[in-house]
Structures are given as structure tokens and as C-alpha cells.
């Protein structure tokens, strides 16, 4: 049963528009939410993060939104780069315990 | 200089054979991970060991061992390894045991099991 859900596999964006990445869990004890973002041939490195007394979190040109009653957060990334195309993994956690991971999604900025 | 190393980084064997993953980490972290990533690509924790003393393991099977011989080294031995052990294999650390400090990981070691 997966806890962290990233429904789209994949994703492509024109350079200099929007790039919006899903993700959906299923644990309400999740109060700690956290993007990373993978290139091939190398680990995951962290992006952004937010706590769940918040609904906003924004660095540069990355933002994440989270709305709790829909167990939903969301990644924009404004304006899109081609160096931003990676694998952008959703993870989330209940304090104290372990992160769990969504399966990725694939971003691919077109120049 | 690399923050969390792992090695090697492609691992090719046959069934049955016992192997080891070495990471050795360089920030001063005191809590040491191994993640697996599997054909799904969903990355699901193992281990997790915190100043030496193990604190998270998941429901893995027992040919798995983790090793930490002190604070900036958690090595994994796997014992006769099977098909489905196959899939690539993190190593990360963090700042402390919470999770909410972000996670440094390896780049991987691809684990092909023949």
C-alpha cells in the first residue's frame, strides 16, 4: 500500500512556462512533506520542504503548496529551465518516523 | 570532495553469491541510511542507524546486515543473494534521527544479481 503517490510518471514543459508536479498521500499522521529532485547516475538531493502548519513555501523559483484536506502538495517551478529536467521525488513524514517516498515523476524542459 | 560516497557503483553477480556495499559519509552526520530503489522506482528505506546504534529496519530479509563500524560508516552485507535483489541500492545521511533534516545520499550502487 503506497503512502506517497505521484501519479504522473512523466512530464513535459516548454522552457520559461510552469512546471507543476503532483503528489497525493494517504497517511493523515503525515506532517512533514519534502521534494527531491535526481539526476541519472546520482542520489536524490534535496529541493524543498514544508511543515504541515503551513500551506506555502516558496525558494526562488521553486514553491510548494500544500492543501491537508485534500492530502495534496504540488511543486511549481517558475519559470522552467532545461537544467530542472530530472526525476522530482515527493516524500513525506509523521515526526518521528520514517520518510516514504513517492515512485517520481520525470520532468523534461524543452529549450 | 564528496559528502556521502558508496561503492561500487555497478555490482554484477551471480545468485547465491554474498556481496557487500561500502559508504563512507564526510559531513559529520550522525545518522546513516540505506535506501533500496526497486523496478518501480519507489525508494523504501531499510536501515537506519543512529550514532552506531541501529533504529529503523524494515521488514527485510535477514541475508541483508548492516554494518556500522563507527558514525561515518554504514555498510551493508548481503548474503546469497537472490534475483530480486536487483535494483539500486542509496546510502545517505542526515544532521540528526528525525527525518525532517534534509537527507544526503550516494550515487547509488546498481545491484545486478544474475
Known amino acids: 500500500d503506497q503512502q506517497v503517490k505521484q501519479n504522473s510518471p512523466s512530464l513535459s514543459v516548454q522552457e520559461g512556462r510552469i512546471s507543476i508536479l503532483n503528489c497525493d498521500y494517504t497517511?493523515?499522521?503525515?506532517?512533514?512533506f519534502l521534494w527531491y529532485k535526481k539526476y541519472p547516475a546520482e542520489g536524490p538531493t534535496f529541493l524543498i520542504s514544508?511543515?504541515?502548519?503551513?500551506d506555502k513555501n516558496e525558494d526562488g523559483r521553486f514553491t510548494v503548496f500544500l492543501n491537508k484536506s485534500a492530502k495534496h502538495l504540488s511543486l511549481h517551478i517558475v519559470p522552467s529551465q532545461p537544467g530542472d529536467s530530472a526525476v522530482y521525488f515527493c516524500?513525506?513524514?509523521?515526526?518521528?518516523?520514517?520518510?516514504?517516498f513517492g515512485a517520481g515523476t520525470i520532468l523534461r524542459v524543452k529549450s | 570532495d564528496t559528502a556521502v560516497s558508496q561503492t561500487p557503483k555497478y555490482l554484477v553477480t551471480q545468485m547465491g553469491n554474498d556481496k557487500s556495499i561500502k559508504c563512507e559519509q564526510n559531513?559529520?552526520?550522525?545518522?546513516m541510511y540505506w535506501y533500496k530503489q526497486d523496478s518501480k522506482k519507489f525508494l523504501k528505506i531499510m536501515f537506519s542507524?543512529?550514532?552506531?546504534?541501529?533504529?529503523i529496519n524494515e521488514t527485510v530479509p535477514n541475508r541483508f546486515s548492516p554494518k556500522s563500524p563507527d558514525k561515518a560508516h554504514l555498510n551493508l552485507h548481503i548474503n546469497s543473494l537472490e534475483l530480486g535483489d536487483s535494483a539500486v541500492y542509496f546510502c545517505?545521511?542526515?544532521?540528526?534521527?528525525?527525518?525532517?533534516?534534509?537527507?544526503?545520499f550516494g550515487s547509488g550502487t546498481q545491484l545486478s544479481v544474475l
Open positions: 545517505a545521511s542526515s544532521q540528526d534521527r528525525t527525518g525532517m533534516e534534509k537527507l544526503f
Open positions: 497517511n493523515s499522521m503525515f506532517d512533514y
Open positions: 514544508i511543515s504541515s502548519i503551513k
Open positions: 516524500a513525506a513524514m509523521e515526526y518521528g518516523n520514517k520518510l516514504v
Open positions: 559531513l559529520g552526520h550522525d545518522t
Open positions: 542507524y543512529n550514532n552506531k546504534e541501529l533504529i
